[in-house]
């Protein structure tokens, strides 16, 4: 790779939006109408990135005509299943009732511009909900949802710049005024002056060991999502709350695919007993509940010998087969489908086993109802803050709103204040290219995900934690040392390793804080579920360059 110093080019915006999944588009299109000019940063290409990239069948919402009209009823069924992990993480019920109220609204923009959000011409709600439950996800048809995205976002004249990383916000004191960042193909530095900025990177992937042998990632979908977003939040003094959270999630065992509530059929064991106590029968409308009350009930039938588990939709309708099918196809899923097509496969004669996927890092940037974070000018939305496609895009919208409006009352900073923080990226770039021998980004994940899943995984203690963060230290250091990378592509993939590394360490010291069992955090050392912590979250923020916990009221 070239060892010269890379080109410096400066861009301006009123919004800056680092990613161009669901949630940083739908806030470039609102901040845009909003008479804001408006840029978005995306690491790879905006039509085919993020978790929403391949499709999406499930939209939660709350719709009056549907719903009727008491919120807080709606609100109390939904906190019933999983949606209860992000109240545990740390999003607060001012965030959720916000979302809630502005979801519809959504719902109808989408329609309006081409995304299918009726079936036959009727709001369809199926999956994620107890039998005889209110049904809180309305089936949509989100193959083709960034297609329509990006071209919307390209009608309000808003700058996508394709293949730009952003490697770290800029910011004076607790206000944000741009970001650094660089081209993923060409030996570019791009230098960002921004009014605000919204933080949208997504999903988190490559922390913990894959649940599938050969594979590098935990899903072939979106290896390259690593929260950077989190991270340069993070380190430019923003709050993170949950952490030590993380959760897991059910699907075919080896093909680490989401869209668990899109199957039609009855978890079964061997025997084809039921393992769950919701349907004894393939139920269109509401599916097997069973693993989303806890996904690693499947893994606890197959490790105490009972298992395997399977998904069985025998006597499943040639109707419900069929709209099974489709909406695997909008979830995503098309080469499974194709793989199931390819192989005979047919759920409605062939049980399809099913497991536990290996730990997903669940913290959060810690948002107001605004999306407004610890920092002025920083928002943020979408997995960096309540998760799911959903809450990404009516949150998108939101900061869009709301970072428009923050604007017009403040100005364009100068940089000269991060010219330190910027050529210190700039050298730490030059290094790794620069240099012709030692690990690669490959080699440094795998024995970062070696720790993880070895002393901060499914098995928590304080001697266990104590070890792996001394480990992870000790390997994060020799990282940035040592990394080499061949091409600009490579170079992108060991920042993100460095991300994932300061992810890491983030883990272990909120892990270690929280001295109690809760959720798939389990403490072996604390083994019961503290009622002193239940209306608290755990913050953790970066002070004189170290990590430092606070347990704070939940609001």
Known sequence: MSREIAKEELVEADVLCIGGGIAGLMAAIRAAELGARVVVAEKGNALGSGRGCAGNDHFWCYIPEVHGTDREAFLKECLKGPKLRAIQSGTSIKVLHTFLERSF????????????????GKWEFAGHSFPGDVLTHLKYEGQWQKRVLVSRVNKKGVNIMNRVMILDLLHEG???????????????????????????????????????PGWFTSSPVYPTLTGDGRVMSYRAGAELVGAEIFR?????????????????????????????????????????????????????????????????GRGMSDADYNYMLHWLVHEGNRALVDYMKEEGIDVRKHPVEFGTYNPFFEGKIRINEKGETSMRGLYAAGDETTGGISCAATYGWIVGENAARYIKKTSISDIEESAEEIEENKKLLHAIASRTTGPDWKEANIALQQVMGDYGGTIRSETLLDAGLSHLRRLKARARDTLIARNQWELARCLE???????????????????????????????????????????????????????????
């Open 497 to 555: 390793t460095l991300n994932l590394f300061d992810l890491g360490e983030l883990v272990f010291v909120a892990a270690k804080e929280r001295k109690e069992t809760r959720g798939y955090h389990k403490r072996v050392d604390y083994p019961l579920t503290n009622p002193l912590l239940d209306d608290k979250v755990l913050s953790i923020k970066k002070v004189r360059g170290r990590p430092v916990t606070e347990w704070k009221p939940m609001e």
């Open 105 to 120: 609204e959504i719902v109808n923009l989408w329609h309006s511009w081409g995304i299918p959000m009726k079936y036959h």
């Open 174 to 212: 607790n206000r944000v005024t741009g970001a650094v960042g660089m081209h993923t193909r060409e030996n570019r530095i791009i230098v960002f002056k921004a009014k605000s900025v919204i933080v949208g990177t997504g999903y988190v992937d490559r922390l913990y060991p894959p649940p599938v």
């Open 248 to 312: 897991r999630h059910p699907g075919p065992r080896y093909f680490a695919r989401f869209g668990q509530a899109t199957w039609i059929g009855v978890l079964r064991d061997p025997q084809g007993k039921p393992i769950g106590p919701f349907v004894t029968r393939p139920e269109r409308r509401y599916g097997d509940m069973t693993p989303e009350v806890s996904s690693v009930f499947l893994e606890d039938y197959y490790r105490s010998g009972k298992g395997p588990v399977y998904m069985d």
